[in-house]
């Protein structure tokens, strides 16, 4: 079946570090791969997404290419801000319609 | 636009005793999913919908959970009897639904709490 793999949690940073979270895929066929935020006490959103190879997708600062030759999406951002803080699920939707989800990293941006 | 609406947010049971929780999609989302999600984990499906009809129910465990979505639109899931394993936030979500050009992104709604004791 399909799967994704994230980095393991929790990540600490001070303001204006760089980030990046990794994740990687197992999946038949070619799905789509997002990046979910959960920032506390809210419901998950989407923060980006990539519908094929070699795409870039961007949103708020934060960046991921979808890799078909690595199978991985990871996240990353140049600067990160106190803001950021939240949960980060990468997830993957297969074309049957099936979304499989990784477990989460927690980020926490330190001033 | 309203986003995807859940309730209750938080629910507090004894074990044995039933629960349900409520859903109401975005407007014009034909599909609908419930989700699991236990502490340090992400969601796991539950059930999807498409309209009224059960696509995928594979993951939900009949034998306590039931769900309906009955006129197309909002959604409840049951659980009878709870047990202390139960513990989660259950997640609804909501999408333009299935065909081709549909990326598939998924509005979540804020989540139902729940804790058995």
């Known amino acids: 079946g399909n799967s994704v793999t994230q980095m393991e949690g929790p990540v600490t940073l001070s303001e204006e570090a760089f980030l990046t979270i990794n994740c990687t895929y197992t999946?038949?066929?070619?799905?789509?791969l997002f990046w979910y935020v959960q920032y506390p006490g809210e419901g998950l959103q989407l923060l980006l997404k990539?519908?094929?190879?070699?795409d870039k997708g961007s949103n708020k600062g934060f960046e991921a290419t979808y890799r078909k030759e690595t199978t991985s999406f990871h996240l990353e951002k140049g600067s990160v801000q106190v803001s950021d803080s939240a949960v980060y699920f990468c997830?993957?939707?297969?074309?049957?319609?099936?979304?499989?989800f990784g477990d989460g990293t927690t980020l926490t941006v330190k001033p | 636009e309203a986003g995807v609406v859940q309730s209750p947010r938080y629910k507090i049971i004894e074990k044995k005793q039933p629960v349900a929780f409520w859903c109401n999609p975005i407007?014009?989302?034909?599909?609908l999913y419930w989700y699991l999600q236990n502490l340090g984990q992400g969601p796991e499906l539950l059930i999807r919908?498409?309209?009224?009809?059960?696509?995928?129910d594979s993951q939900l465990p009949k034998d306590r959970f039931s769900a309906e979505r009955l006129k197309g639109v909002d959604s409840t899931l049951k659980i009878q009897p709870a047990e202390l394993g139960d513990s989660a936030v259950y997640l609804c979500?909501?999408?333009?639904?299935?065909?081709?050009?549909?990326?598939?992104?998924?509005?979540f709604g804020e989540g139902s709490r729940l804790t058995v004791l």
């Open positions: 979500a909501s999408s333009k639904g299935g065909g081709q050009g549909n990326t598939g992104e998924l509005f």
């Open positions: 999946a038949t066929g070619y799905p789509s």
């Open positions: 990539a519908t094929k190879a070699d």
């Open positions: 997830a993957l939707r297969a074309h049957a319609g099936k979304s499989t």
């Open positions: 407007s014009g989302h034909n599909t």
């Open positions: 919908y498409e309209n009224e009809e059960a696509v995928d």
